[in-house]
């Protein structure tokens, strides 16, 4: 079982460019998550999924877009990246029981520069 | 919105010693879950214990175990027995009950060291 995966591992953008940080989870989970964590600091909440074709803001959503057309996968899209959006991002997932926790990949450090 | 704080930046501990980390939050919901992670500098978060709001007794993992206190909405870690591989940044998180996104709220975090 791989979990979820996120690709890539480390980017690095110039101010303006576009990329999409992949995540994928092979453990049949309906609810996925987008967060960024910034230095020192946790992580905050950027978008959440509760199923395919379903996605909503969370409490930092602002220069992302996200869209889930399958189960398995929950792609974050940077437009126009700017510095601020230099973090670290994390894909969860779960089953989305009150019960059941998150887990989480491994991360994707993208500098902007 | 929930918070949750976490008013230790940094502590340390000796090896073999008992440590306890912080956390109180703030809600307005009766049911909800909270939860300790551990980052190490893999940068992998680490589920190390959760705590069910409904459940007066608290929970324990190995030596990890919490004092939930809900009254007070506080929930702190207990790490017993120390070793050089509890050494990471541990967050406390909240997330609402059955209903919802099952969101996941974090707190600023605090670093661990341990002392040989």
């Known amino acids: 079982n791989a979990g979820v995966t996120q690709t890539p591992k480390f980017r690095i953008l110039k101010i303006g460019q576009s990329m999409t940080l992949q995540c994928t989870q092979d453990?049949?989970?309906?609810?996925m998550y987008w967060y960024r964590q910034d230095p020192g600091m946790g992580l905050k909440l950027i978008y959440y999924s509760v199923g395919a074709g379903i996605t909503d803001k969370g409490e930092v959503p602002n220069g992302y877009n996200v869209s889930r057309s399958t189960t398995e996968d929950f792609p974050l899209r940077l437009e126009l990246a700017a510095p601020s959006q230099t973090s670290v991002y994390f894909c969860?997932?779960?089953?989305?029981?009150?019960?059941?926790?998150?887990?989480f990949g491994p991360g994707t450090r993208l500098t902007v520069t | 919105a929930q918070t949750v704080t976490q008013s230790q930046p940094e502590m340390s501990v000796q090896e073999a010693e008992t440590v306890t980390l912080s956390c109180t939050y703030d809600t307005s919901e009766s049911d909800y879950y909270l939860f300790w992670y551990k980052q190490p500098p893999s940068r992998q978060m680490i589920l190390v214990i959760r705590?069910?709001?409904?459940?007066?007794q608290n929970a324990t993992e190995n030596r990890f175990s919490v004092n939930f206190q809900k009254a007070a909405k506080s929930f702190s870690l207990k790490i017993s027995d120390s070793q050089l591989g509890d050494a990471a940044m541990y967050f406390c998180a909240y997330r609402g009950g059955i209903q919802g996104a099952q969101k996941l709220v974090f707190g600023q975090g605090t670093r661990l060291t341990i002392n040989p």
């Open positions: 969860a997932s779960s089953y989305g029981k009150a019960s059941y926790e998150q887990y």
């Open positions: 453990m049949n989970h309906n609810y």
């Open positions: 705590q069910e709001a409904y459940k007066q």
